[in-house]
């Protein structure tokens, strides 16, 4: 009885890494989908030892969904079953050649048939077309490129302010209000402060002005009597 491949585990609080161009899905698979006939051909063709130059249309169909007819099928696969980690599809070329990544494909779909986390079927990813996988990459690119202009963006406006950005006082924002038991500081300071004395000083006189022009002097008094 053949032993069972052990399932590659991530260690808690460590990511599941994810190639450019895959997707990741529930279960830690990290899907991709190729052409359905161009798997089946590459297989035929390493079955028989084809050279490079066999393999390399089919691989081209296989790493380019825009060489695909919108209504053939394509099939998931899980890229965890190549057993190294590549930053995308391309990269994984570079690093194998063709008829290695062509295996690695193949492996990689066994991997995904194998179906070691025992998912129920209908809850597995299913074949789609290539028309909605080349939807399904499209929307991953946008979604990729809003980030990165969000990002640009930010360090731009960093950049101009020097590394520290401030929003400005403007409508809508309200200044601190002061700590209890605080007084609010207000503009001019002590100056203020000596000012309202000042204006106490001359309320003070200005009443006793009033009050001694309300009183007739003594000598006018006199002759009045």
């Not at 809003?146 to 302010?161: D, H, R």
Request: one cysteine or more; glycine letters at 14%.
């Amino acid at each position: 009885m053949a032993e069972k491949e052990p399932v590659p585990e991530v260690e808690e609080g460590e990511e599941e890494h994810v190639a450019e161009g895959e997707q990741a899905a529930p279960g830690g698979q990290d899907l991709y989908y190729i052409s359905e006939t161009a798997i089946a051909d590459i297989k035929e063709k390493l079955g028989d030892g084809a050279k490079e130059e066999d393999i390399q249309p089919l691989l081209d169909k296989v790493t380019d969904p825009t060489q695909v007819d919108d209504d053939e099928p394509m099939l998931p696969v899980d890229m965890r079953g190549v057993g190294q980690e590549f930053n995308s599809i391309q990269d994984m070329v570079a690093a194998l050649g063709v008829v290695g990544a062509a295996e690695a494909f193949v492996r990689a779909r066994e991997y995904f048939e194998k179906n070691h986390e025992g998912e129920p079927e209908d809850q597995r990813p299913q074949p789609m077309t290539a028309a909605e996988w080349k939807a399904c990459l499209h929307e991953g690119e946008e979604e990729e490129l809003l980030v990165e202009g969000e990002e640009q963006e930010w360090s731009e406006l960093l950049a101009a302010e020097g590394g520290d950005a401030e929003l400005p006082m403007g409508e809508g924002q309200e200044e601190e209000e002061p700590l209890e038991g605080e007084e609010p500081l207000e503009e001019g300071g002590e100056g203020e402060e000596g000012g309202d004395g000042e204006g106490e000083n001359g309320e003070e006189g200005q009443k006793g002005q009033e009050g001694e022009e309300g009183e007739e002097p003594p000598a006018k008094k006199a002759k009045t009597d």
